[in-house]
């Protein structure tokens, strides 16, 4: 098969949208827009590979965004979108390029399967093929507020992304055409005279550039998940000797550490749970069996990567999670903030969809002898259906 590499091109900064952050990192029904977006073509089979493109400024938040995906280094954008379309196509020059590229908007996150294919199927028959959609309103030519004109719609196209070409061309198309200021992709290939071809699209594959955007956007990916579930998830471990415990996938000093198999996080292991029981996919020890010597230590971030991946595989999202830790030591307020931050990162969703709190049991029971820590989680998920 001939390799095809999507080149996510996420390096604006959303100026329009009026966020504290770009859009593209922006939350979408539990996961980051752009996540949604990188996922729609690492799942498809045609796609061999994803690039996304970047501004550094913001590499905190991108590296949140993609947790957990094979992707590889991410490319530094330009000063303009099409600066960082050929930065990313550079990039992918200087590994040995490939054979076809789909250059799309990390904005537009509800691309769906059946455009990406019809694109890279017209590249059989031409270098270049743009999604776009006809245009179907009447269109107006304005002055000074009033109607100049009505302007002939025949023939006219909204285009979109992606917009697929052979990489050859199109690599040596943007070369000559550096320092120039053109509308999008397709423009560079037809300043090169690269015939390009229009590919029907949908016109849920709209870009995401206002809160309406975002709001239309919510409702169109929540009206896909109507199947809502929720799992619950239980966990203890006794002290050891030690000086920190494991909690949440922070490290808290104590006094005594926790024993365990792996890392002995309650607080992961109750939640891994909790996502597993949503599934109706068994528990944490048919997936991880602690006779089994390779977890012995293991981090327990690598069994709540691979719950929510089920959920994943599945085409589903996780929309809440809650776990309550239930100690009378180490004191869990200070760190509750971070421990939900970390949780999010593993789980690849917005912070506000992770709750964590602590209680005590009033000094009853092994919890309130001092004895070791317990927690219990809620997951709630949405799949298809």
């Known amino acids: 098969m001939t390799t095809c590499i999507a080149l996510i091109v996420a390096g604006g900064t959303g100026q329009r949208f009026g966020a504290e952050r770009p859009k593209q990192y922006l939350d979408l029904a539990g996961k980051p827009i752009l996540r949604r977006t990188v996922e ?40 303009t979108r099409q600066d960082s379309v050929r930065n990313g196509l550079e990039a992918l020059a200087a590994r040995g390029g490939c054979g076809r590229v789909l250059i799309h908007d990390a904005a537009r996150p509800l691309i769906d399967a059946a455009t990406i294919a019809a694109v ?70 037809e300043r090169a005279g690269l015939a390009v071809a229009l590919v029907p ?39 050891t000797e030690g000086d920190f415990v494991t909690l949440c996938g922070l490290r808290v000093p104590h006094s005594h550490g926790l024993e365990g198999h792996s890392d002995a996080d309650v607080g992961l292991h109750a939640l891994t749970d909790a996502i597993l029981g949503a599934l109706a996919a068994g528990d944490i020890g048919s997936h991880f069996p602690p006779s089994d010597p390779q977890w012995r230590g ?16 599945r085409g589903g999202v996780i929309a809440h999670t809650d776990v309550t830790i239930i100690c009378e030591r180490p004191k869990v307020g200070p760190h509750r903030e971070a421990m939900a931050a ?44």
């Open 120 to 189: 890279v199927a017209a590249l059989d028959g031409t270098p270049g093929a743009i999604a776009a959609v006809p245009v179907a309103d009447t269109l107006k030519r304005g002055r000074d507020g009033t109607v100049a004109a009505t302007v002939d719609r025949e023939s006219l196209w909204r285009a979109q992304t992606p917009q697929g070409f052979r990489f050859p061309e199109i690599l040596a198309a943007h070369r000559s055409a550096a320092g120039l200021a053109l509308t999008d992709d397709a423009a560079v290939a």
């Open 40 to 79: 729609a073509f690492l799942r498809h089979p045609l796609v061999t590979g994803v690039q996304v493109v970047i501004d550094p400024a913001w590499r905190d938040l991108y590296d949140a965004a993609v947790a957990g995906l094979d992707l590889p280094e991410p490319v530094t954008g330009g000063a």
């Open 201 to 239: 699209a949908n016109e849920e594959n709209f870009k995401v550039t206002t809160p309406d955007d975002l709001t239309r956007a919510t409702r169109a990916v929540l009206s896909t998940l109507g199947d809502v579930r929720t799992g619950t998830g239980f966990d203890v471990h006794r002290f």
């Open 298 to 313: 293991a981090d327990s971030a690598t069994f709540l990567r691979h719950a929510a991946g089920l959920v994943a595989e």
């Open 342 to 385: 970390r949780i999010a990162e593993i789980l690849g969703i917005a912070p506000d969809r992770v709750s964590v709190k602590a209680t005590t049991t009033e000094r009853l029971g092994f919890t309130g002898r001092g004895e070791g820590i317990a927690a219990q989680a809620v997951a709630t998920i949405r799949l298809p259906g």
